[in-house]
């Protein structure tokens, strides 16, 4: 059973993040590893994914509910609804639950076949209308169309900075008019004395959640070679040279957040 945590104040119509099953205990840097690499989101990241995701990354059931609720805004009939870097299904299963037209379709995508096996399961175990296409994909190569939402949930990060600018602005030209995209992020920030506040402020929330000095150590050095962060300014100027009439920060949690971004209804 998962320890006590700081989510467990949040209100339970906010806690949805996919199929209500018991997730399989992080414990994959528990003990000391002689040569660490880079992280990749392999069967052993996918198998205890659901665990590890909340007892790291603050804030994010709210955000998979609440994208939800930005889904029952913004997606149209008739159009498409992308989420890009999937994972096990979270973001998909919050979207397909809240659209309520007709004659629309959601395109998960993820580059990691472990990751998308399990997806496909989660996917499965629900009955919807809405259909849901999963891809084994890169998302650099997936074909943006008539798309009323996208979802990039925790998923830029791990582009090289160089691909962001490309990706988001084809993401603006797939969008509909007045269509919307979500873009949660890890975030860093210019003023160091912040940065270092919030920084701790995660690890606290870790060590809160049960993970380990050793843990938090280990899962930090695989990551810093593969998840370049930036701050919220540089996603939001990413975001107006892409096209977006309107682009803000929604929610956010010490270094974790999310902005929505809004092609013009008149574009």
């Not at 006590?4 to 590893?33: E, W, Y």
């Amino acid at each position: 059973m998962q320890h006590a945590t700081l989510s467990a104040k949040i209100p339970p119509f906010l806690m949805f993040t996919g199929p209500t099953v018991m997730p399989n205990r992080d414990t994959l840097f528990s003990a000391p590893i002689d040569k660490l690499g880079d992280w990749t989101f392999d069967e052993r990241v996918a198998e205890v994914f659901p665990d590890m995701i909340q007892r790291s990354v603050p804030g994010y059931s709210n955000i998979i509910a609440m994208i939800g609720m930005l889904a029952e805004r913004f997606v149209q009939p008739a159009t498409q609804v992308y989420d890009l870097g999937c994972s096990l299904g979270a973001a998909t299963l919050s979207v397909r639950r809240n659209i309520h037209v007709e004659g629309c379709k959601i395109i998960a995508v993820d580059n990691s076949p472990a990751m998308i096996e399990r997806c496909r399961r989660h996917i499965d175990a629900f009955r919807a209308t809405t259909p849901v296409e999963v891809l084994n994909a890169d998302i650099r190569d997936i074909h943006i169309e008539n798309a009323s939402m996208v979802v990039l949930n925790f998923t830029l990060q791990f582009l090289a900075p160089e691909e962001r600018q490309h990706l988001l602005s084809r993401i603006y030209q797939g969008l509909t008019p007045g269509g919307a995209l979500v873009l949660s992020e890890k975030f860093s920030f210019a003023d160091h004395k912040i940065d270092n506040l919030l920084f701790n402020m995660h690890h606290d929330f870790k060590r809160a959640n049960g993970y380990s000095e050793l843990e938090i150590s280990q899962k930090r050095s695989m990551l810093e070679n593969v998840m370049l962060t930036d701050s919220v300014e540089t996603h939001k100027a990413r975001l107006r040279h892409a096209g977006f009439a309107h682009a803000e920060l929604w929610f956010q949690c010490f270094n974790f957040g999310s902005l929505v971004a809004l092609k013009a209804s008149n574009a």
